[in-house]
């Protein structure tokens, strides 16, 4: 069964840092971009980062860059997203999501269930 | 950046038609994906590509894209049908980046 599992999620103050982590299973890893979108507290969702098969290539939202760093283990079948200089406004829930084939641009069809990370003193 | 521009909220009676909407700036050249986020849940993609339907996605789902409008409509609607539904793009034009629509509430009658 194709299936993202999302973990490292929690609380942390502002200022601070977390990473998050992706497992991938299912598929080979090696072979798809990856994505992070997020969805704060009743909004919308918003794509936060994005990085392709090799890792080479990284690609970040305005309101993350130079803060965010996504990267990738393929040995591992793993994606990250290390979360420095955390404010309040990026608490949300974080999905890992794959798209449908290699094709970089092409629609999200598999998601993880989500991790939950809150920016509060 | 590229911005689609989404309806808050449709309502449809049970077993008509729901039409949501997307707009954006020449979006009939782009490929559009749609997304079905129920409560606590993870999206889940119903249309990609225009008009595309999945597997498993029922047939009572579908799309279209032309100009600045893209459309998803649900026919003979169900009550699991009631969800949050998003557009979705990839914009290269700026910065290579998935721009999501704004959401849309359909609430079924």
């Known amino acids: 069964e194709v299936q993202l599992l999302e973990s490292g999620g929690g609380l942390v103050q502002p200022g601070g840092s977390l990473r998050l982590s992706c497992a991938a299973s299912?598929?080979?890893?090696?072979?798809?971009?990856m994505s992070w979108v997020r969805q704060a507290p009743g909004k919308g969702l918003k794509w936060v980062s994005g990085?392709?098969?090799?890792?080479?290539?990284?690609y970040y939202a305005d309101s993350v860059k130079g803060r965010f760093t996504i990267s990738r283990d393929n040995s591992k079948n793993t994606l990250y997203l290390q979360m420095n200089s955390l404010r309040a406004e990026d608490t949300a829930v974080y999905y890992c999501?794959?798209?449908?084939?290699?094709?970089?641009?092409?629609?999200?069809?598999?998601w993880g269930q989500g991790t939950m990370v809150t920016v509060s003193s | 950046s590229y911005e689609l521009t989404q309806p808050l909220s449709v309502s449809v009676a049970l077993g008509q038609t729901a039409r949501i909407t997307c707009g954006g700036n020449?979006?009939?050249?782009?490929?559009v994906h749609w997304y079905q986020q129920k409560p606590g849940q993870a999206p889940v993609l119903v249309i990609y590509?225009?008009?595309n339907r999945p597997s498993g996605i029922p047939e009572r789902f579908s799309g279209s894209n032309s100009g600045n409008m893209a459309t998803l409509t649900i026919s003979r609607a169900q009550a699991g049908d009631e969800a949050d539904y998003y557009c979705?793009?990839?914009?290269?034009?700026?910065?290579?980046?998935?721009?999501f629509g704004t959401g849309t509430k359909v609430t079924v009658l």
């Open positions: 990085i392709s098969t090799s890792g080479t290539g990284t």
């Open positions: 979705q793009v990839w914009d290269s034009s700026t910065a290579s980046s998935y721009v």
């Open positions: 299912g598929f080979t890893f090696s072979s798809y971009a």
């Open positions: 020449n979006i009939g050249s782009k490929n």
């Open positions: 999501a794959r798209p449908m084939t290699t094709v970089t641009d092409d629609a999200l069809d598999i």
């Open positions: 590509r225009d008009s």
